[in-house]
């Protein structure tokens, strides 16, 4: 049974950090490259950070760079998220995917809110 399962979301002040993780579980976790997407309130689900399988290769939303670090920890079968300096547009539900092109397998989280407000 595939598992993705996001916590350390939360209320933050705006400027403050935020540490997200990605616990998987059931299907070969170094195998998938990973991502993180968010989704603000009536508005589509957009990227915001993937890492590759190897963890050797990244990629960020130009909204968050420089701000937010994605990092993954193959031997544990988690992913991570951190989050500095976040502005109240970081608002929004943050879910975890995994996908591998080469066999058309994607999953995805149910996702973590994480709200910044003063």
């Known amino acids: 049974q595939v598992q993705l399962v996001e916590s350390g979301g939360g209320l933050v002040q705006p400027g403050g950090s935020l540490r997200l993780s990605c616990a998987a579980s059931g299907f070969t976790f170094s195998l998938y490259t990973m991502s993180w997407y968010r989704q603000a309130p009536g508005q589509e689900r957009e990227l915001v950070a993937a890492i590759s399988s190897t963890g050797g290769t990244t990629n960020y939303a130009e909204s968050v760079a420089g701000r937010f670090t994605i990092s993954r920890d193959n031997a544990k079968n988690t992913m991570a998220l951190q989050m500095n300096n976040l502005k109240a547009e970081d608002t929004a539900v943050y879910y975890c995917?995994?996908?591998?092109?080469?066999?058309?397998?994607?999953?995805w989280g149910q996702g973590t809110q994480v709200t910044v407000s003063s």
């Open positions: 995917k995994a996908a591998r092109v080469i066999v058309s397998m994607v999953y």
